[in-house]
């Protein structure tokens, strides 16, 4: 095992436009990479009859989550190219965004993406942003992604996955909840992430036990997807066209700040600080047994989601399975090298498993805890 930082990007386009991407990505360079189904909840707009508006209605749409990981130089020329090759630029197509971050595998196993650096004239992107995910029972996704929705921070993306270890700990009360889960990802301006985080919390009511967990992480740059509504047209642009050439104008979305902030109660006793995401990325089939080994060395618990990998044709690849699983782990940070030692002792990085797990910071988390 060993360990070196890079920069992970992240992108999420509705599906019509993920095979275009994928092409050109791969004439670009990027040869390694993770691909997971999502869905993509905006706000849809429609009339009635006389003319009437309706009430805005949730409305979904199939997307999908795509991940690959650059050295951090590339970071620019990988985000560049994403934006230019979708046209994310462009509101209502999707977003992208970079998080420097720590990954550990097995040396030479997984192919390395190299992507020319270019002379195009650097895209202008968002700095302050900040990750929010949160996970909740199947079925509770949409009211609580809507609050990014309603305070126009961003449009959320959900994808699934099944919840182990803390619904085993519960007891009797676990017979009530069910071990699928939705995982929401958004993507916020970092001057509204507390706010937008307190009211996730209060709508998924996350400070009661088995309701979910919600986490920060921090993101390094990126370009956000604002269109959150989709329906009537009354102008020449949109309000959302608007809003991104005023974030391009000003840098940042600081100028959308409220001067007063409604105060939302929060139970201070469940906020959780400085803690590390450890996501485990292996081949399918290998993930119960190893987050079983996590959880003797100290993790809580995890929630596991399948994705598709994508590799080159060396066959010194040929031990990567294209079903592919990935576990979410939130620990304390004391615990990170114990529970990576104990993952490598397990197998994580041998060739059935091909593991590799990436290790990023949670600045706050909050979930409900017993003691």
């Known amino acids: 095992m060993e360990s070196r930082s890079v920069s992970n990007i992240t992108v999420v386009v509705k599906r019509g436009l993920t095979r275009p991407l994928l092409t050109s990505l791969a004439a670009a360079g990027i040869v390694d990479y993770n691909i997971g189904p999502a869905r993509i909840i905006i706000l849809h ?12 209605m949730l ?19 990988a985000l560049n190219s994403i934006i230019q090759q979708a046209e994310l630029n462009i509101p209502g197509r999707g977003s992208v965004f970079s998080e420097q971050a720590t990954v550990f595998a097995s040396p030479g196993l997984f192919p390395e993406n190299h ?3 270019g002379t195009d004239q650097s895209i202008r992107k968002r700095s302050r942003l900040t990750g929010i995910c949160c996970i909740v029972q199947r079925g509770q996704a949409n009211q609580v992604a809507r609050v990014a929705l309603d305070t126009g921070s961003c449009v959320p993306v959900i994808s699934f996955g099944i919840g182990t270890g803390v619904r085993d700990k519960l007891g ?56 959150i509504t989709h329906g009537i047209t009354r102008h020449v642009a949109s309000i959302e066209q608007i809003i991104a050439t005023l974030d391009e104008l000003k840098g940042d979305t600081g100028w959308r700040k409220r001067s007063a902030q409604t105060i939302i109660m929060q139970n ?7 803690l590390s995401d450890l996501t485990l ?44 699983e990935a576990c979410n782990m939130a620990v304390d940070k004391s615990k990170v090298d114990s529970i990576l030692n104990a993952l490598e002792d397990a197998g994580a990085f041998d060739e059935k498993t091909c593991g590799r797990i990436l290790v990023r910071p949670i600045p706050k988390a909050f979930t409900y805890t017993s003691k």
């Not at 707009?45 to 805005?56: A, D, H």
């Open 45 to 56: 707009e429609k009339r009635k009859g006389l003319g009437l508006v309706r009430p805005f």
């Open 59 to 77: 409305m979904e749409e199939q997307g999908d989550i795509l991940s690959f990981m650059v050295d951090p130089p590339q970071e620019e020329a």
């Open 115 to 117: 992507l020319p650096l």
């Open 172 to 227: 009797l009360l676990r017979i009530a909840i069910p071990a699928e889960k939705e995982i929401i990802h958004l993507a916020v301006s970092t001057f509204d992430s507390d706010t937008v985080m307190k009211m996730m919390v209060n709508a998924g009511n996350l400070d009661r036990p088995g309701k979910g967990f919600i986490f920060t992480y921090p993101i390094s740059k990126g370009l956000v997807d604002t269109k």
């Open 268 to 274: 201070e006793r469940y906020l959780l600080h400085d």
């Open 281 to 324: 990325i292996c081949n399918e089939g290998r993930a119960q047994d190893l987050v079983k080994a996590a959880m003797r060395a100290g993790a809580g618990g995890a929630t596991i989601s399948r994705m598709r990998y994508q590799g080159s044709s060396d066959p010194a690849n040929k031990s990567i399975s294209a079903a592919r």
